[in-house]
C-alpha cells in the first residue's frame, strides 16, 4: 500500500472501506430488487469495477492499462444498469396495487399535499368506500317494535 504520510494513509483505508461497501451492494441489495437477469448483471459488472477503480486507487494502480480497461467495462456496466433499471421502474408504474391511486392523474393537482414532483408521493392509499347500506334486520317474531299496537 502506498502510505507514506497520515493524509495518504487515511486516504487508502478510505478506499479500502468504499471498495467493501461496492462489493456488499450486489450482494445485500441487487438480490432483493425485481431486476431482470441482464439488468442484474449489469449492476453487478458495475458495482464489483468501481470496488476495483477504489482498490486500485488503494494501492496507487490508478493509471494503469488494466485500469482503463476497467473503466471501458465500469462505463458501458453503468449505462446498461441505469438504462435497464429505469426501463423497469417505468414499466413498474404502470402497475398499480388495489387501493393505490395514481397521484399523476389527481382530480385536484393544485392540492397544496401533493408534490407530484416527489416521487414518494406518486402512489397514495386511495381513502377508503363508503360502507354499503345494510338494510335493518327484520324484527325476529314475537318481537314488537316501538308503536306497534296489538291490533295486527
Known sequence: MVASDPVSTINAVANLA??????????????????TRSVLYA?????????????????????????TVNHV??????????????????RASTFRRPGQVDLRRAEDPDDPQ???AAPC????????AAAPAV?????REGYRLPGDDDAH
Open 73 to 90: 467495462i465500469q462505463a458501458a456496466a453503468v449505462l446498461t444498469f441505469v438504462l435497464g433499471f429505469g426501463r423497469l421502474l417505468r
Open 114 to 116: 401533493v408534490d407530484l
Open 43 to 67: 449492476g453487478v459488472v458495475f458495482f464489483v469495477t468501481c470496488a476495483m477503480t477504489h482498490l486500485a486507487m488503494a494501492f496507487g494502480f490508478v493509471h494503469s492499462p488494466w485500469m
Open 121 to 128: 408521493d406518486v402512489l397514495r392509499k386511495a381513502p377508503p
Open 135 to 139: 338494510p335493518p334486520e327484520a324484527p
Open 18 to 35: 468504499i471498495v467493501v461497501g461496492y462489493v456488499l451492494v450486489p450482494l445485500l441489495w441487487l438480490p432483493y430488487l425485481p431486476l
